[in-house]
């Protein structure tokens, strides 16, 4: 591999209304000056209000995009996104294991996407043991939202302080190197916090980022594709974890201020907002 930083290689599900999936994750990754090559695992017809078809291509066509842009252009960091079913998590788990073969250490971001901001299942029920199996163990961070990460430790977790690091712990014991557990999905009697806490749960302990949760119609649409494609990137040009993580929340923090409120459900992010004010 050559010595160029900021490669981040994506594999994940594609969004055709552009505010989350791999849109989002080359718009991310291009604003924070890396460079992203991509492997779709599937093609989702949605837009900001719902998911309404899914199509997923055959493993060894995955594989065959994988290897192409890897072979040629490298990585200095993989993002793994929507991966869908058992085949494609498979694909993607001996990719790493060829990957970190050639390169000890290569940083890998996982964001388990299960479910879509509407509600749609992204991720195939069969194929959640494989996901906690074959790629949480590979995570350099692993980046559940709050229903994700009930979900992986198949218990309800209450919304303060403590309970949200207890939790980021418990999802460490799943294999990941870090865990970044995201607080945006944090309620108060059925509605949004005005406070979002998110935690980052390493070796040396937990570290809880809070800030006042940013007003948008309805939900903010993408932000964990974001927010993991940006820690990626950081992380592709030799950034810490903790420092990573501090600056994609600033980056994901400005694209959320400056939506441009398109579409009629979800708000779509504004990724391009540092060139544009």
Not at 121 to 145: C, K
């Amino acid at each position: 591999m050559s010595e160029n930083k900021g490669r981040v290689l994506v594999i994940a599900g594609s969004d055709s209304g552009g505010g989350a999936g791999i849109q989002a994750d080359t718009k991310t990754i291009t604003a924070l000056g890396g460079f992203a090559t991509t492997a779709i695992t599937a093609l989702t017809a949605q837009n900001t209000k719902a998911v309404t078809e899914i199509h997923a291509p055959p493993p060894e066509f995955l594989n065959a995009q994988i290897n192409a842009v890897y072979n040629d252009i490298g990585a200095d960091a993989v993002k793994l996104g929507m991966l869908h079913d058992t085949d494609t998590i498979t694909t993607a788990a001996d990719f790493l294991a060829r990957a970190r073969s050639e390169q000890p250490g290569l940083p890998v971001v996982a964001d388990p996407v299960m479910f879509a901001a509407a509600g749609a299942r992204l991720l195939r029920a069969d194929a959640e043991q494989a996901l906690a199996a074959q790629i949480i163990p590979l995570a350099t961070v692993l980046t559940p939202n709050l229903p994700e990460a009930e979900h992986l430790l198949a218990r309800e977790i209450r919304h303060d302080s403590e309970n949200l690091a207890a939790a980021a712990r418990d999802l460490r014991k799943l294999g990941a190197e870090n865990v970044l557990l995201k607080g945006g999905h944090l309620q108060d009697n059925n509605n949004p916090t005005a406070h979002i806490i998110d935690t980052l749960a390493g070796a040396d302990g937990e570290i809880q980022f809070r800030h006042r949760r940013l007003p948008v119609r309805g939900a903010a649409h993408g932000t964990g594709c974001t927010l993991a494609s940006a820690v990626a990137t950081r992380l592709a040009f030799g950034d810490s974890v903790s420092d990573a993580v501090e600056k994609a929340r600033e980056y994901v923090r400005g694209a959320i201020a400056h939506a441009q409120g398109f579409g009629h459900g979800a708000t779509p992010l504004h990724h391009g907002w540092r060139s544009s004010v």
